[in-house]
């Protein structure tokens, strides 16, 4: 039986990894198709994974961390991380995602960072949420422009890509731009 | 087999919750209708329900918290939290409680509270129990009212629910009052 | 398998209770009929009857609390605690015991209290047994009366019942007075 | 030497406390006439004390607690207690302080809670600040009205004083109320 | 310097004990004397003493023990000691002292309790108050007969006193109790 | 006596800040001026600014934090940030400083930073040292240019300043860039 629904789109629902979500969710951190957007180096053991389950990252409870699911499947995973560093505790969130190889190109992660930003910017009340792509990943800036992000930095050779060093760019989107954006 | 009843009304039963019941309070817990009431935010995790286990609410051994419970079957939960905050030891607690979306509207909550109520002013001695309600949510006003509980307080924008600061008001219902009403 | 028995009499046999035993302690504890005699006032989850398993009540290991069975079959438990309280450590113990509703009125409270008692004053050597009935529980008076304890004081207004205080009785017994009476 | 300064009115200085405040600290909050505002009960010890110690108010990195200083010497304590409770995180905190019996009536507890509100609001960013005073403790309701506060409800019996219950006020100041308030 | 006050009488004032008074609780609490009164058999260290800083009994927070002084000159001990035993919790505490030998006889343990019930009933708000004396404790008895207490019961043989079982008394005193005589 | 000189430039050493300079570092943590250019909003105590002593950052040893000193006073503080932040670890790190009021206006938050890069670059080999620097704060954007550091984006709203939110620039600075512009 699937674990409960905490956030639902139109197609996809969101819920807290289970322990049985474990093979599913190492199969695809570790695969090489999915490591490649996140430039993910080491290989994740069940020991990592644990970190996924639960809905709330670990112990960082201000961190939001979901299965997305489509028809109770899961299909990727997608969060919102507010890590605090420092002194910082500005009201905001990094959005992240990956979508299972042989479930991409159904527009899938669009739909559940939507209904997680939804959630972020109406239920949490964040001002502001943030996220990166690599300058090779299309597919992934096709999203978060989608999304209504704004492109706000090109941080040059911050990623170690296939031998060489690769930019990638910082988009930002204020909860005033996704409610204007929302209400169109 | 469920566990051991510690109050009963006419319907509804009162007990710990146990490991067997984890599925029902995380799914209610994540469920969207539920956390309305509560403006819970984040997803519950199967640690964070253990908190709920054994009917004393984690370490805090003054507080209790049980499952309501019709023909054995769970339908909710309530508790009165005793957190002691600072200096202040006032015999006081603050009722709270959901109820699953598919068994609300029979008058549940009503009754598990009626007779968490008795206990806390008969068999502890509490001289006062509190309870809050977002100025949005009719249910749960007219269920403290019916109890008896005044209304206190308005607490200006102290909740943060779809997009837009919310008031909450603030009730008390005391010892005297609660045993007056009783005899009516 | 029940454990191995510690203590016997003619119906009754006197065991530590084992892991398998919890069920029946927890059912017994919350049940209201087994609560007023005792006042308790808080649920017990699975983790508090752990307390009860092992034949010396958690850490303390000069209290004996054992599970009183009639045919293997567990009907109650009964306990000599000793804590001690500030400097004093008088060869002196607290007698208590509790019987499922379902098995009371048989006289099992009275033998295992008779059982441990012998022990407390001839294995251990105690010099006083004492032991608390609430002035409203005739049973419990009449079981301590039957075993020969005195009645040493009247504590008034110390615990509080059914929304009212009340008071309760003291008895003691000393070991010559046990002697005595078993010789007679 | 006295500590760092942190936050600076006309008069008054605010800095965490140190080690060297500590007999300041303990022989307030056990004076009677310190703790009939705060209804503090139980003495405190230096052990207590540390947790007023380096200005966040003990492991509670989000709380910010000042000694007042007037000329170096200490007067009094302020705070701002943001302790989370459940899965509210409502930018909100409470303000509480305290001045040495023989400084008051100067104005030092309405100058210092300026002073930490300004940083709250406008530092911070919190998005309200609450407070509490018991009825019968005219001075501190003059202090808040005074820093502008909104009376949001009346406690009944929340306190038990001088061998009766007694109600207190609750209080309420959003961030535009005092931006407005401070742009008159 | 001495510590700051918590409460204060006509004569005595009432202050936790600090490191400075090690020395005086240390030799007092050994001296024989003393230790007749509590019946205390076995000496005590630097360690043990640590418990009665600071005013709260060790990491007990609802018991209060204070030092009594006389013109800021240590002169005994006073608590009303709350540990909490099982399920109870009947809004109770246990009054006890002791005067250093050269002290005694000036009516400073009748003061002291005065102010310490005072605080008890009116301050903490408990329910009754309890104390015992040794049956051969005259000077004891006469301090909680002149407080008021009402004797509620004699414990044969609970005490081993200069090689002979004693019994002692059982006081108790209710809290209208205390105000009836306060008033006359 | 200062410790030992660990970096060494024209007129500023760095060395890893000791017990004998946690007053330095809490003054100036604290001073409003200081904090103004890293937006701290929480005073810090002595406790926090342990984290200072010893050159690593606390538990963090890929980091590096060295006092700034002239003639051997300490003037200021810098650090090369290496927290790893997820999967990254792209030989990256953030560099960030502050001076105390007095000494500022010297150029010694460009010369120590300038030896701090060096090091960076040429002793631990990082690719690429980041920096960030509030869209109000001209002293450190000034410091950062003339270090050689290329803007890279714009944060929009990323800080809470002065009751406003407002964007902070971020820079990057390559090794290969550091090294041509030290060669021309």
């Excluded at 979500?21 to 198709?33: G, S, T, Y």
């Excluded at 939804?118 to 096709?142: P, T």
Aim: aromatic share 10%; with cysteine.
């Amino acid at each position: 039986m699937p674990g409960p629904v905490f956030l639902a789109g139109d197609r996809v629902t969101l819920r807290p990894a289970e322990r049985d979500d474990v093979d599913f969710l190492l199969e695809n951190r570790n695969d090489p198709a999915v490591r490649a957007g996140r430039t993910a180096k080491y290989p994740s053991g069940r020991d990592d994974v644990e970190t996924f389950l639960g809905g709330t990252m670990g112990r960082n409870d201000q961190s939001i961390g979901l299965l997305v699911c489509v028809d109770e499947r899961p299909v990727g995973y997608v969060l919102i991380n507010r890590e605090r560093m420092g002194d910082s505790e500005y009201d905001r969130g990094e959005l992240a995602y990956w979508i299972a190889p042989d479930e991409s190109g159904n527009g899938y992660a669009t739909e559940a960072s939507r209904v997680l930003l939804d959630h972020s910017f109406d239920g949490i009340g964040l001002h502001k949420v943030v996220a990166r792509a690599f300058e090779s990943n299309d597919g992934s800036q096709r999203v978060v422009e989608k999304l209504g992000f704004t492109r706000e930095g090109t941080f040059r050779d911050e990623a170690y890509v296939d031998g060489a060093w690769e930019d990638y760019y910082r988009y930002g989107l204020l909860r005033e731009e996704w409610r204007e954006r929302r209400s169109e």
